[in-house]
């Protein structure tokens, strides 16, 4: 067995993602089994969008994209058209919602979208707000 299988099995063996594997993906530091179901996750979504490329979502994941901010872009910029407003004039606002994505009362949003997997770093919720 080649020093490269070995490295390969260890890795699978301790629930790690190999090297090799990590050099091509996205940015993680999940175990291998939540990798690979957030990697099954994302194409799901992706297959989605491309399978019917005219229908928005009712929530998107944003934690599911390679590039969250050309999302949030393009929001803006849907916007933006939609309205006859000045792109450079328009801020991205986000409003907590205390529901989840597969309540069934969950309408789709007026303006921009509903996204579910924000995370915050160095910060907390202000549970009373």
């Known amino acids: 067995m080649s ?6 099995m260890d890795a699978i063996f301790l629930n790690k993602l190999p090297a090799r594997w990590a050099k091509h993906s996205f940015v993680s530091v999940r175990g291998l ?22 229908t928005i ?14 999302f949030l872009t393009a929001i803006k910029q849907v916007t933006s058209t939609q309205k006859q407003l000045e792109l450079n004039k328009l801020a991205i606002q986000t409003n907590i919602l ?17 996204v579910f997997g924000f995370q915050v770093e160095g910060a907390r919720w202000d549970a009373s707000g």
């Not at 089994?33 to 399978?51: C, F, G, I, T, V």
């Not at 979502?57 to 050309?70: A, E, H, L, Y």
Request: hydrophobic share 35%; net charge negative; charged share 30%.
């Open 98 to 114: 205390k529901k989840m994505y597969w309540e069934a009362d969950l309408a789709n949003a007026r303006d921009g979208a509903l």
């Open 57 to 70: 979502p009712k929530v998107t994941f944003i934690n599911r994209m390679s590039n969250p901010q050309s």
């Open 3 to 8: 020093e490269e299988m070995e490295k390969l």
């Open 33 to 54: 089994n939540s990798w690979l179901d957030n990697l099954k996750q994302r194409l799901e979504q992706l297959n989605a969008w491309k399978e019917n490329p005219e």
